[in-house]
């Protein structure tokens, strides 16, 4: 068994650490480099997925994930619920810069709906 760090390696350590371990299973890899817990009962919990993070990032890696976790990612796709409305979700009205109150004009195209942005009751596209 490999000796425990008492705090988590990143960056070069870390590569080189699991370099010099690459013939151990991959929980006592993840275990001696840091990446554990001890519970109430004094049992060693190994955290893969923080060790999987950090190595990742040590390879420079970058992976972008929720702010907080919680939620779905923007499919850029709705569909007509049962009560014939269609709701467009939180992640487009933020990345469109929507706030309460914002007002539209709906204009119906042949396969498409334009949402014509309207300022103080005026089209904004001919001001």
Same mark, same amino acid.
Do not use: W
């Given at each position: 068994?490999? +000796? ?6 990143? %960056?070069?350590?870390?590569? !080189? ?33 923080? /060790? ?14 929720? $702010?907080? %976790?919680?939620?779905? +990612? ?7 619920? !049962?009560?014939? #409305? ?7 009205? !933020? !990345?469109? %810069? ?5 007002? /539209? ?5 042949? $396969? ?9 009751? #005026? ?5």
């Amino acid at each position: 068994m490999a +000796e425990l760090a008492t705090t988590p390696l990143t %960056g070069k350590a870390l590569l !080189q650490k699991v370099k010099e371990l690459s013939n151990v299973p991959r929980r006592e890899t993840a275990r001696a480099c840091g990446y554990y817990t001890t519970t109430k009962e004094n049992k060693i919990r190994v955290n893969l997925a923080e /060790f999987y993070d950090a190595l990742l990032a040590a390879k420079g890696i970058a992976i972008e994930s929720p $702010k907080d %976790g919680r939620g779905r +990612e923007a499919s850029y796709r709705v569909s007509v619920h !049962q009560n014939s #409305q269609i709701v467009i979700g939180a992640n487009y009205t !933020q !990345q469109l %810069g929507l706030t309460p109150g914002d007002e /539209f004009e709906i204009k119906l195209g042949y $396969k498409h709906i334009h949402l014509i942005k309207l300022e103080n009751g #005026q089209d904004i596209s001919e001001a």
